[in-house]
Nanobody
Framework: QVQLVESGGGLVQPGGSLRLSCAASRILIGTYSMYDKGWYRQAPGKQRELVATITSGDMTNYADSVKGRFTISRDNAKKMVYLQMNSLKPEDTAVYYC?????????WGQGTQVTVSS
């Protein structure tokens, strides 16, 4: 079973930046590189929503609400996916989850809390 562990969350003031990381284990590098990767978030009382995805071919997609502020990237050799978040807003407050997807195989991390507040 693939394991994903997110890190890098925390409390940040509006306008600040955070970089989230997601480390994968129990998966070979070659297999990991075939997965599409993504970041999702869930705010209190709301449904989980897509933040950003990156395909195995490095095509990226972003939610309109984060375009121009967030950047997703990956390092297959390290089995890592990242989310650089700049110009953070209070409405970005949520638990952020990473996910990897290959066909019908989908795995999720346990999430990391991001709180944007002054």
């Amino acid at each position: 079973q693939v394991q994903l562990v997110e890190s890098g969350g925390g409390l940040v003031q509006p306008g600040g930046s955070l970089r989230l990381s997601c480390a994968a284990s129990r998966i070979l590098i070659g297999t990991y590189s075939m997965y599409d990767k993504g970041w999702y978030r869930q705010a209190p009382g709301k449904q989980r929503e897509l933040v950003a995805t990156i395909t195995s071919g490095d095509m990226t997609n972003y939610a309109d609400s984060v375009k121009g502020r967030f950047t997703i990237s990956r390092d297959n050799a390290k089995k890592m996916v990242y989310l650089q978040m700049n110009s953070l807003k209070p409405e970005d407050t949520a638990v952020y989850y990473c996910s990897v997807l290959l066909g019908t195989l989908e795995y999720w991390g346990q999430g990391t809390q991001v709180t944007v507040s002054s």
